[in-house]
Structures are given as C-alpha cells and as structure tokens.
C-alpha cells in the first residue's frame, strides 16, 4: 500500500499531463463548438435576392428564398464566379459568369449530381444574419 507522501508525489506528478489535457480539450471544444458571425443585416438581403459578404476571409452567398435564408460558398466551383453576385429564381441561382446554376437549399448543382456548393448553417438573430462558418454541411 503506498504511503501518503508517495500517493500526493503521484499525484503530483500527473498535474502537468492533467493541465496538457486540459488545454487539448479546451482547443477541441472551439473546433467543435459553432462559430456564429454577422454576415449581413435582414434588410439587406429581402426575398428573393442573393449578397455576397465577407466573412472571417471566406467569401459567403446569402440567398434569401421566401423570407427563408441559405448561405453557400461564395466561390463557384467553375472557375471561380461571384456566387453571391449571381441570380436568384425561387431557389435556384445562377453563376454570372458561364450559368452554372446550383440549389441553394441543398448546394446541388443542377446538370451534375457530382457537385455540391458547400453550404453553411444560417441563423436570423435581432434583424441580423449569422453563418457559422466552422461546419459546412456536404450531402
Ligand atoms: S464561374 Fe460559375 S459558372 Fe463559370
């Protein structure tokens, strides 16, 4: 049976592996944890349109589908076109450089079932739209 001197040096000797651990979990958590960022006003963006925002570095479409908002990558996966700059018909949006058009509900392109736009959870919170740019939702 190991005596208290060398029970409290054991457990002595574990603190710096606990507080490593700690800070591993702490670091998953903000992986983990939903990043919520402003990316436009409600008003900027009314039914039936689409803006493009920066946010956090990325380049974010908002589409706005009968008062219901979507965000996708902001870049089309062609070569590139301004997805947030392109047009809005009910729920289908067309790039406004060579017409690829995507869902913006789902990101589905509409020629090619391989395609998907990543899109980004949205939430409206006090008349302004957030995107959390840490889970793309993929098929
Ligand atoms: S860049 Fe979008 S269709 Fe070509």
Known sequence: MPTAKAWT?????????????????????????????????????PPGTALESVAD??????????GEFFALDGIC??????????????????????????????????LNARYFQPRFPVRVEGGAVLVDLEQTNSP
């Open 9 to 45: 040096s054991a457990v002595e000797s574990m603190q710096p592996a606990a507080s490593a651990l700690r800070l591993t979990v702490e670091q998953a958590s903000q992986q983990i944890m939903p990043r919520w960022i402003e990316i436009a006003k409600v008003a900027d963006c």
């Open 57 to 66: 570095d990325r380049i974010v479409a908002l589409f706005n589908v009968g």
């Open 77 to 110: 996966p062609h070569q590139g076109g301004p997805l947030g700059q392109g047009e809005l018909s009910g729920c289908i949006l067309t790039c406004p450089w060579h017409g690829w058009q995507f869902d913006v509900r789902s990101g589905q392109h509409q």
